[in-house]
């Protein structure tokens, strides 16, 4: 018989090289029903049947990176690049707050046209308007006094997805431009200032292998951030990664418990790209351990244009069938989708 999963996972929230190896190549499907039955445990035992949501605001297309897998990388001269004022941001804001988001996430790519000033005049609007949201940013890799002005001016949370933790890997992934050493710094200051933190991975990026994930998981066991983003990688059709495979709906589910086992206290979000590769993706997301979804809030006019990969969900849909649509979909697995900031419970 098959080893099943061992106990101290949960107890230590430590795990072997060699279990990380057997959760993920299991055949049997009673160890991955316990698995997952585990790890829904321990999500419920910490935020109960409560989805948090966020409203995703991408507010700008263009990027000065040039990241092989993304499709906002700044050589495909096929995307539609676009930009929102600090108007149209506003007004997605308020969309939002009407339909019960009290967290919204700012996310573009690495855009130079918004300097400093502009990020931090567009959080302290926000908060000034919305004094009971958080403003959460996703917009790249900065200084260190970059992100301690956007905190200043009121920025709660930010994300950062590390990618992989593997030097190697990290190159196959990126330019030589970038460097895992800068990106894991970034992270570094961001817990240091005070942000709530958020990194996180592809699932079955080329390269990957059971040692970068293993190398993932010593990585977050030594930020301690209090969100972890992880998808599958689907491949987008203007980048060097075109031909490659996507990741499984399998293999991403099995690292969501994985992660809610070891990290029983974070905030993980069941991704847009989960809902891309499978129509109930999103709802096999929650039931594996994630707490967390995003719907979209931006304008319909630009949603297409925001494609870091092929055939993404929701494009056609305003945010408030988005919301209701979510809102469905959570009820149906027995989950409430709720209005709040959705903070990390320590
Ligand atoms: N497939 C899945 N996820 C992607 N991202 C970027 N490109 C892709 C892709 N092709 C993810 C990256 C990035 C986040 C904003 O989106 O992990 O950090
Ligand atoms: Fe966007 Fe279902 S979540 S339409």
Known sequence: ?????????????????????????????????????????????????KIYVRGLIEFTNYCKNNCYYCGIRCSNTDADRYRLSLEQILSCCETGWNLGFRTFVLQGGEDPHFTDEHICQIVRTIKEIYPDCAVTLSIGEKSEES?????????????????TADEDHYKKLHPEQMSLVFRKNCLKNLKKIGYQTGC?????SPGQTVDTLYRDLLFIKELKPEMIGIGPFIPHKDTPFAKESPGTL????RL????????????????????TIDPKGREKGILAGANVVMPNLSPVNVRDKYTLYDNKICTGDEAAECKACMAARMKSIGYEVVTDRGDYKA
Do not use: C, W
């Open 256 to 275: 969501l418990s994985i992660i809610r086992l070891i990290h029983p206290h974070a905030l993980l979000p069941a991704t847009t790209a989960l809902g």
């Open 200 to 204: 996180g991975f592809m699932v079955g």
């Open 250 to 253: 399998e293999q991403t589910l």
């Open 1 to 49: 018989a098959e080893l099943q999963i061992p106990e101290h996972i949960q107890e230590t929230q430590n795990i072997t090289r060699e279990e990380l190896e057997m959760i993920l190549h299991t055949q049997n499907p009673l160890v991955t029903e316990e698995l997952r039955r585990r790890a829904q445990q321990t999500a419920k035992a910490i935020y109960g049947n």
């Open 147 to 163: 992100y301690q002005a956007y905190f200043n001016a009121g920025a709660d949370r930010y994300l950062l997805r590390h990618e």
